[in-house]
């Protein structure tokens, strides 16, 4: 059983900052990339980072490029979003996922997908 387990969340001042976890378990987990998705009330999910386990390889959304920044501790299977200069509109339900095969842009190349951390930014 693959499990990921998201933390960090919370709420924060427009301007200000919050690392989000992702701590990936299970005895047969393997994946070449990890992702962060996420979703506002009445949208669909949306692609926001990924990295390679291996190479390091990162991709972001436009819309947090230059502001967010995903990084990975492998000895301890854990990802890391650093949301810096938040925006009210980054306010949603963040969710990270494993891809086994690639560096998945959208929702349908994830395989395991964590609970979800709320993050929400006022004015």
């Known amino acids: 059983q693959v499990q990921l387990i998201e933390s960090g969340g919370g709420l924060v001042q427009a301007g200000g900052s919050l690392r989000l976890s992702c701590a990936a378990s299970g005895r047969t987990f393997r994946s070449y990339g990890m992702g962060w998705f996420r979703q506002a009330p009445g949208s669909e999910r949306e692609f926001v980072s990924t990295?390679?386990?291996?190479?390091?390889?990162?991709y972001y959304a436009d819309s947090v490029e230059g502001r967010f920044t995903i990084s990975k501790d492998n000895a301890k299977n854990t990802v890391y979003l650093q949301m810096n200069s938040l925006k009210p509109e980054d306010t949603a339900v963040y969710y990270c996922a494993a891809d086994r095969y690639g560096l998945g842009l959208t929702e349908g190349d994830y395989d395991y997908w964590g609970q979800g951390t709320q993050v929400t930014v006022s004015e």
């Open positions: 990295i390679a386990w291996t190479t390091g390889t990162t």
